[in-house]
Every structure is written in C-alpha cells, then in structure tokens.
C-alpha cells in the first residue's frame, strides 16, 4: 500500500495543481527557441531563458561554455546551464539533468515543427517530447516545492546541458569531467528523458563501434585474376557475421529490463559499407573506370549486455578476422576502435531508484515498470566519469515519438511527472526540520 500523503504533501500537489497553465508556457516559450543540434543553435539563448526562470527563485546560475569540446565555436558556442538552490539546512543534493538540443526536424510535417501549437492535451513541436517537457516539468516540481517546503535539506540543482544528441561531449561529459557531478556535490541525479510517467529508466546497453578494412590490389576489371578484391574479402567477412557471428549473439540474453524485447539480446548492425572507387559527383554523366577495389570498409555498432565484458565482445569480431587471416588466401585487415560506452544499470535499491518507485505509486496508484535503454543517453559520463550510480531516467513523453514528425508532450504526463519528481524532493529532502 502506498503511504498517504501528508499534510505538506497534500499541500504540494495542490501547488503543482496550480501550476498547470505555468507548466504549458514554459514548455512552449522551450519548444519556441529552437536549439538545433547539429551545429548547434541558440544555445545560449536557452540558457539565459531558464537562467531569468530561475533567479528570483534563488537559484545561483553558472552559464559554462565547453570551450574546445567537439563541435564548440564561436559561431556555435556549447553554453551549458547549471542552477543550484541551496536549502535551509544540510542534505543531500538532488540533480535534474536535461538536455537543451533537438535533433533536425525532418520531413512530414502537419504542424509548426518550432510553434509550440496545443492542441487539447497535447503541446506539439520538435523537443516537446524529447525533452523541454521533461525539462518544464521538473522545474515546476522543484518551484512547486521551494514554495512548499521553504525549509527543506540539501539543495536542489537543475541542468540544461548541450549536445545529448550528439554524444553529449559538450555538455554533461565536459561538466563531469570538471567535477559538477561529482559524488561529493551531487548525490542523487534524475534525467527527465522520455520514458513515460510510469517507468523508471535503470541505465542502457554498452555500445562499441568500430571501422573493419578488407585490403585488395587494384588492377583491370577485365583482368580481376591480376588483382585482389577487397569487395570479395569483405564478402567473406559479412559471410561470417551472418552465418556464425550473428547467430552466436542471438543466444545472449540479458537479465537487464532492456525495452523494446527485442534489445535484450546482445546485437550488431552494420551501419555502413564503402568499397572500390568513390561515388560519383551528383550530376556527373561519365561512366564508371573498370578497376579491381583495393579497399573496402564497413563500421559495426555492437551494442553489449551488463553481462559481457568489452574485450571480449571485440575478441569476438577479431577473433573471426583472424580465422580468415589463417584460412583465406590474401586475406588482411585493418581494425579501428571509434566509440565505447560500458553499460551501466542502478541498482534497484538505490536511493533514487526507491524514492521514484514510491512516488509513482503513491501519485499513479500502480507499481512502476522498471526499464533500460537500447541506446546510451547521459547517463554514461554521469556514470563514468562523475562516478555517480545513484542515477536514473524518468520523465514524460513517449519515447517512440522522439525525433519523430509531429513530436508531442501530454499536458496531463507532464503534470503527472512533476508530481512524482516533487514527492521525490519532498521524500529526499523535506524531513522534518526540528528531527
Ligand atoms: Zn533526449
């Protein structure tokens, strides 16, 4: 059964309640500054939007530009927000992390992709879903409960931090490896991504890609047996992964909640393959020259399982280059780590993990789903570099509507989620004052 709620609770949700039309202007007034990514635009002017948001309710700002991150200019500068409120006596620190990029807006359309248009209860717009309304969200349940709880323990911080969508290297992996997520400062940290009011997101899958090169020796094409194709060798390659590679990682099954069931398993994709001569120049009208490809190239997105371990998740690729090494004739490779990410998963016991889990029950009335991502998001650098596991993803919006055409955010899922994320301040930080 979940506990009923107090009388400052009852009172805190009745100020979220009231906030409701404040919550739909923010997210909009979000959705209005488009903060495309790439190159990344008006990030700055997101930052001082949210930074004039915040002052009077006595946050202290630091506007922190990622100066010399990847993709950092000043014609595109990475401005990155951090607010901390500090409380009325010590306690713990609680982080709200969210992401100010939106990915392209794409094609098909029916609605301004940057008008922020509502719709009954629906607010539309590229970054409404992922994730200004997680965003607004949490800065409602955080001034809903300032004005609550005016005594509350600890502090409260709320980020809006660059390129999410691109890696976040200017953004949350610049700010933890400068200490803002350092488990001194920040203990417990929630990032509104949107995987609906409901869920709790633990963590995500590793990833590694890598760059394999067949080599090959040009020569005629009408005279193919005077060179080596590297195409054919490649062939070989992709002849393996099929055949044993890819049957092998089907067997691997996760204990991790990955979403969608599919995810559960460990799996491959080969996202690109080049070979032989360059494409044509668009327009170009000549044919093209008969020659022997002397190199082929193909990058592969494993994504692994909490259960592998990443050397031997790369032996794996390696070790079937090296067999072909040994048994095909001419056969030679070239292989290029360019990305790793190790999986990370909270521990259902976390204090974060607990806390969120109450508060859904308590304000949903039914237990939550407990989740982890296909895919990475921020809390990697969280993980890695700030050394923080206390850490978790919830917040609103359907995750299946992320980058998407006619992007959306509920009114009522947002307010839902700030009702959770505000029992959750209330829980972590609004113990009696006199205890
Ligand atoms: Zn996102």
Known sequence: MPKSLTDRETALLAAIAAREDDLVRLTQDLIRIPTLNPPGLNYREICEYLAARLMPEGFELSLIRAEGAPGDSDTHPRWNLIARREGARPGDCVHFNSHHDVVEVGHGWTRDPFGAERDGDRIYGRGSCDMKG??????????????????????????????????????????????????????HVIIPEPLHKDRICLGHRGVWWAEIETHGRIAHGSMPFLGDSAIRHMGAVLAEIEDRLYPHLATKRTAMPVVPEGARASTLNINSIHGGEPEPEPGYTGLPAPCVADRCRIIIDRRFLIEEALPEVKAEVTGLLDRLAETRPGFSYAIRDLFEVQPTMADREAPVVRTTAAAIERVLDRMPDFVVSPGTYDQKHIDRIGRLKNCIAYGPGLLHLAHQPDEWVGITDMMDSARVMALVLADLLGGPADA
């Open 134 to 187: 997680g965003l607004a969200a949490s800065i409602i349940a955080a001034e809903a409960f300032i004005a609550t709880f005016p005594d509350f323990a600890g502090a409260i911080e709320i980020s809006a931090t660059a390129d999410e969508e691109s890696g976040g290297y200017g953004g949350v992996a610049w700010l933890a490896e400068r200490g803002w997520f350092a488990p001194e400062r920040v203990q």
